[in-house]
Structures are given as C-alpha cells and as structure tokens.
C-alpha cells in the first residue's frame, strides 16, 4: 500500500511537469526551481512527518491514546507553524531569490510569483506532511494509498486546465504553481485531516 501512496505523489509531481512542458521552455525552467523550493520545504517539514510517525506508532503500540491526541496536536502545531515561518522567509526572498538559481532574465521574471505561492502554501503543507506521518505511524497505509488515486484525480482537471487555458507567461505558471501547492495539496488536506 505505501508503494501505491508514493506512487499517487510521483503521479502528481509527473502530471505537474507535463503541464509545465506543455507552456513553454522558459516555464518549465521557472517551475522546476519553484518545485525544487517546494520540495525543500517538504523536507524541512517532513521531519517533524518523521517523528509523528514514530511517536504515534509507540503511543498506539501502548494504547496510550491520550499521548497519541497530544502528539497530534503537538505535531500539528509545530508543522503549521514551521511551515508559516518557512514560507514567510519564501515569500520575502521571493523577489529578489531568482538571482540565486539563474541568470537568464525571462526565466527570473517567471520565478517571484511561483515562489511566493509555495511559500504561502508552506503551512499547508506543514500540516499535510505531519498527518501523513501520523497516518503511517497509525499503519494505515491503505487508506493513504486510496486517498493518494483521489487527490491525484482532483488534480488531474486542474492541470490540464492549466494546460488548456493557463497561457505561456506568468500567469500560466502561477495558475500551475497554484493548482498543484492549493488544489493538490487542498485535497491531500481534507482527505488526511
């Protein structure tokens, strides 16, 4: 079942790039840095994923379901507000942090929007990556991997939207960026919580 689980997220991340091919070579370079942010930002916010799962799993293996509500508040807490600290640093380089990732000019000006959607994002995700570490931990694997074909399936629309009517510019790529960081991540957020 987690192969399935982490076969849905690699769907998801594909469909994103196809879409990004299909508005053009300087947007599939902006959205490959802005995806490469969002990831590092995951893995920053996964961490805290790591440790819910591992104390959900004790507190279960105990039967300590108090315990298990504390670290999911605890949890939760610390990945909402992690995630608002980390993308409120996004947000703020993002003007100016193009710089560090090219010196092609087209590709620069693609990149500010893109980068203050993912941070904006960013505390979302904090809370979808903990409750899907809390959802390991509880060894439900299953139901990740059959909510992960479900979220896939709402971003589906919403990419070739994006692909049919989202246009080679920023606005394409920001209606991308947003599609993938709020619709994706949207439903990863109410089919988890």
């Known amino acids: 079942w987690l192969l399935l689980r982490t076969a849905s997220l690699r ?3 594909l ?3 196809f879409a990004a091919t ?3 070579p300087d947007e599939l ?3 490959q840095v802005t995806m ?11 961490a805290l994923a790591i440790a819910a799962q591992a104390l ?5 293996g105990a039967g300590d379901l108090e315990q298990v509500r ?16 980390l ?3 996004t947000v703020l380089l993002s003007p100016v942090a193009a710089g560090l990732f090219t010196s092609d000019a087209t590709v620069a000006s693609l990149l500010p929007v893109g980068l203050a959607l993912v941070g904006i994002s960013a505390p979302l995700g904090g809370y979808v990556f903990v409750l899907d570490g809390v959802l390991i931990g509880a060894g439900d694997a299953r139901y990740l991997a059959l909510t992960g074909i479900a979220n896939v399936a709402v971003f589906v629309p919403l990419a070739l939207a994006v692909v049919a009517w989202g246009g080679h510019d920023a606005a394409g790529l920001a209606w991308l960026t947003a599609a993938f960081v709020f619709g994706y991540l949207g439903a990863r957020a109410v089919t988890l919580g």
């Open 11 to 13: 769907a998801a991340m």
């Open 15 to 17: 469909l994103a790039v």
């Open 22 to 24: 299909r508005l053009g």
């Open 29 to 31: 370079a902006a959205f």
């Open 36 to 46: 490469t942010i969002f990831a590092t930002l995951a893995f920053a916010l996964d």
């Open 56 to 60: 959900i799993g004790k507190g279960l």
């Open 70 to 85: 504390a670290v999911l508040r605890r949890c939760l807490q610390w990945g909402v507000g992690a995630g608002v600290v």
């Open 87 to 89: 993308g409120a640093v």
